[in-house]
T-cell receptor
């Protein structure tokens, strides 16, 4: 059974700071990883996907993958109050499109 | 920007009643999915659908659930006899053959 673990938070950071969100997973064979953002009462929205070890940057977001440690992280630079949301880590559970989500980390960015 | 449309946004039903949730996928997308999220819990995969048949389903997707695409546009999730524990937000998602899932805004189901 594939599992995705996240600290539920809340993680509170001041505006302009770097927010660091972490995720671990159980299946060493997992290859594809995703970070979704979910505002309260809304649907998940894809932020980043990462498939290779190392860093992947997209604007203020950087995803980091370490397959040896079974660890994925998301860094948000220059955090804004609008970044306040729950961040979901996900990986493929079976076929493409079957995602296993973590429970999410709630991020609060204080002005 | 194209989007996945779901109806109804909120449905309240009595236990034991049948419920149909509807989804209009993005027009060129071929893969369709239903997920659910019980309040305060994880987003959970229910079923994937491609080429007019189920391609994968989870343990949650038991005989009470069914999916179909009756008219080539709507993609529906039917729950035959709702239980209290079916109360959740149900998300439809679609994609092409790439990794990104596009989620609809969800249908909140409340079973009394």
């Amino acid at each position: 059974q594939k599992e995705v673990e996240q600290n539920s938070g809340p993680l509170s950071v001041p505006e302009g700071a770097i927010a660091s969100l972490n995720c671990t997973y159980s299946d060493r064979g997992s290859q594809s990883f995703f970070w979704y953002r979910q505002y309260s009462g809304k649907s998940p929205e894809l932020i980043m996907s990462i498939y290779s070890n190392g860093d992947k940057e997209d604007g203020r977001f950087t995803a980091q993958l370490n397959k040896a440690s079974q660890y994925v992280s998301l860094l948000i630079r220059d955090s804004q109050p609008s970044d306040s949301a729950t961040y979901l880590c996900a990986l493929y559970g079976g076929s493409q499109g079957n995602l296993i989500f973590g429970k999410g980390t709630k991020l609060s960015v204080k002005p | 920007e194209p989007e996945v449309t779901q109806t109804p946004s909120h449905q309240v039903t009595q236990m034991g009643q049948e419920v149909i949730l509807r989804c209009v996928p993005i027009s060129n997308h071929l893969y369709f999915y239903w997920y659910r999220q019980i309040l305060g819990q994880k987003v959970e995969f229910l079923v994937s659908f491609y080429n007019n048949e189920i391609s994968e389903k989870s343990e949650i997707f038991d005989d009470q659930f069914s999916v179909e695409r009756p008219d080539g546009s709507n993609f529906t999730l039917k729950i035959r006899s709702t239980k209290l524990e079916d109360s959740a937000m149900y998300f439809c998602a679609t994609n092409t053959n790439t990794g990104e899932l596009f989620f609809g805004e969800g249908s909140r189901l409340t079973v009394l």
